[in-house]
């Protein structure tokens, strides 16, 4: 049996926020954020009260070891830290960034990156998926794929 496929969509006042909540000033702030306890307390239990009830695929620096770490199936992505800026960028602008601007927005990734150490990593029992020359059709077919490995292992054992 395939599952169906759904999305959570988010929304402000009512309207998709989808490019609100991945642009700059988001980014730019979500480490601190991310820092109050209590703000920190509350999504995680939103995000594992939802995977109580659904089978679900949730991003994020810490959601194998701290939000979910019982999940059966852990993916850790990496991907050059140029790449992540590009592609990032392809995303806000929705056009080819120039070097300069890639240059600008890896520093901020890496910046980002060193200030959120302490609390992401890759669980000891995640895969690790290097996406650097992957496209997104290739991350999700090779992370589609290991979840259902993994899932097909779990029905046998």
Do not use: C
Request: charged residues 25%; aromatic residues 4%; without cysteine.
């Amino acid at each position: 049996m395939v599952p169906t496929k759904r999305s959570f969509v988010p929304h402000i006042d009512g309207a998709p926020a989808e490019q609100e909540i991945r642009g700059a000033n988001v980014t730019q702030h979500v480490s601190l954020v991310a820092r109050m306890p209590k703000v920190r307390a509350w999504v995680n239990q939103q995000v594992r009260d939802v995977a109580q009830s659904h089978s679900v695929v949730v991003d994020g620096r810490d959601i194998g070891t701290i939000v979910l770490p019982d999940a059966a199936v852990k993916i850790f992505l990496v991907a050059d830290p140029w790449e992540r800026a590009r592609r990032r960028l392809v995303q806000q602008l929705q056009r080819s960034p120039a070097d300069e601007e890639v240059a600008e927005e890896t520093d901020r990734l890496v910046h980002r990156d060193a200030k959120d150490a302490q609390q992401s990593g890759q669980a000891a029992d995640a895969i690790l998926l290097d996406t650097t020359y992957l496209t997104q059709e290739e991350q999700v077919d090779r992370i589609v794929a290991l979840a259902n490995a993994v899932t097909q292992r779990g029905d046998e054992t």
